[in-house]
């Protein structure tokens, strides 16, 4: 009746409808930047969710700890797959969307859009899930992680590591532009892509910098982002990069940016379970949910930086790992730390009870280092050993093993003054710790166990 009366003038009145709710060229959608890659995806879309926020958005937020709208957790658990990501695109208060994109959800139902503004592959290195739903290299599982880089739309940028080979290779695939990210700002990829007029991240005397061809601009100074401990841990420098990248490229001013990082700290209420940092006693604990060997590397890496001399782990792994990848956990476990706390809980995944611990001693058989192993059924035990062991001046990583659990036990020891604080590099690093009080310190060592022992296991 509008567009052909009976009488009277036609009136077009869809189309006003639609120039009023979306006016100008706008396509009614909502930035979407997904995130995939073996390790840093977390952090990475954390801090990616905290710089578009910063400008003002209501960002819809998916990851492996939950749904956040607005900063909001509205679900919890592991919510880095498609189902997940429709729930927050289809939220009606949502801004801009920040999605991590994981493997498994990749594989069984594709991804939760269908393309996405600005796609993140943050590494591949040494891999992860390896030998689960036919995936069984690393080749393999690059495949199934440059599908994000597929799904960049033509006018998007795909986000790529430079100095990984397998994550560089994806540039090749992607409909929109690269903008590549490394460290060393000679990297030879960073480098060509440069020369072509192309887009790169990258650090220059403890400076960001962002590029376009021979034009660069300077960013703020890494000893004023929270999150990489003042440059000194480069992964996390690396996180931050692929992040500068992704808001560069939808479309964030430098000021934007560099308020948003130096605005995220790296307490575990921002980036729960990834290198946050602790004093227990004058000791220094470290916990951080890496759980393949790429990212226990990673960690190790950093810590060769901290001058303890004794130096205890508590880690695992899930069941539904290759014996392999398992064993080859157990070597670096054994070549870089004194005491092993292994433990087993809720992710046998097909497993026997004991099988898992058993196949991280096949790999820690020829350890350079370890002289004491021990081994716990439930987290929970295993880290309540490794605290009556260690003692002021050494240095402990703990591994989170669930992260809510994880965070809730340390804040709740936190607040009840039975376990200590938190701390920054600094404090972490300093080469006279804190001596704890005769209380403290007859607390911490009233259960440490026979020291002549090189070897055993506590079940």
Not at 5 to 28: A, L, Q, Y
Not at 130 to 157: M, P, Y
Not at 219 to 239: A, K, S, Y
Not at 388 to 395: M, Y
């Amino acid at each position: 009746m509008h567009i052909e009366p009976s009488s009277g003038k036609p009136r077009p009145v869809g189309e006003s409808i639609i120039d009023m709710m979306f006016p100008g060229t706008s396509n009614g959608r909502i930035p979407i930047v997904s995130v995939t890659g073996v390790n840093g995806k977390t952090t990475t879309t954390r801090l990616i969710a905290h710089l578009v926020a910063s400008t003002g958005k209501k960002v819809g937020m998916t990851c492996t700890d939950g749904i956040y709208v607005g900063g909001r957790r509205i679900d919890s658990g592991d919510c880095s797959g498609p189902q997940s990501a429709r729930s927050v695109l289809m939220n009606p208060f949502v801004d801009a969307a920040v999605l991590e994109t994981a493997r498994g959800g990749i594989l069984r139902e594709g991804l939760g859009f269908d393309f996405c503004d600005v796609g993140i592959v943050t590494n591949i290195g040494e891999g992860d899930h390896l030998g689960l739903s036919d995936i069984e290299t690393i080749e393999q599982l690059s495949k199934v992680k440059r599908c994000i880089i597929e799904a960049v739309h033509k006018n998007g940028f795909g986000v790529l590591k430079a100095n990984d080979p397998l994550t560089a290779e994806m540039a090749e695939k992607c409909k929109g532009r690269v903008i590549f990210f490394a460290i060393d700002e000679n990297d030879p990829v960073l480098t060509n892509h440069r020369v072509r007029g192309e887009r790169v991240v990258f650090v220059r005397n403890g400076r960001i910098f962002i590029a376009e061809g021979a034009e660069e601009t300077p960013l703020t100074t890494l000893d004023h982002i929270p999150l990489t401990h003042q440059g000194r841990i480069q992964f996390q420098v690396e996180n931050v990069l692929a992040s500068v990248a992704a808001c560069w490229g939808v479309g964030m001013s430098v000021e934007q940016i560099v308020v948003g990082l130096e605005s995220f700290s790296a307490h575990m209420d921002k980036v729960p379970g990834r290198f946050n940092l602790l004093e227990v006693h004058g000791a220094t604990v470290v916990a951080d949910y890496g759980h393949n060997s790429s990212s226990l590397l990673a960690i190790i890496e950093a810590l060769e930086q901290f001058p303890h001399s004794h130096r205890t782990v508590v880690y695992s792994a899930a069941g539904d790992r290759r014996d392999i990848d398992m064993i080859r956990q157990g070597e670096i476990l054994a070549d870089h730390f004194d005491r092993v706390i292994l433990y087993e809980d809720q992710y046998l995944r097909g497993r026997k009870p004991g099988e898992i611990s058993s196949i991280f001693k096949r790999g820690m058989d020829s350890g350079k280092r370890v002289k004491e192993v021990y081994d716990f059924v439930g987290w929970e035990k295993a880290v309540e050993h490794a605290l009556n062991l260690i003692k002021a001046g050494e240095l402990m990583l703990l591994q989170a093993d669930t992260i809510d659990e994880t965070v809730q036990y340390l804040q709740r020891a936190i607040e009840h003054n039975q376990l200590g604080r938190e701390i920054d590099l600094n404090s972490a690093l300093d080469a006279n710790p804190t001596v704890p009080s005769p209380e403290q310190g007859s607390s911490a060592s009233a259960s440490v166990s026979n020291p002549s022992s090189s070897k055993r296991s506590v079940n």
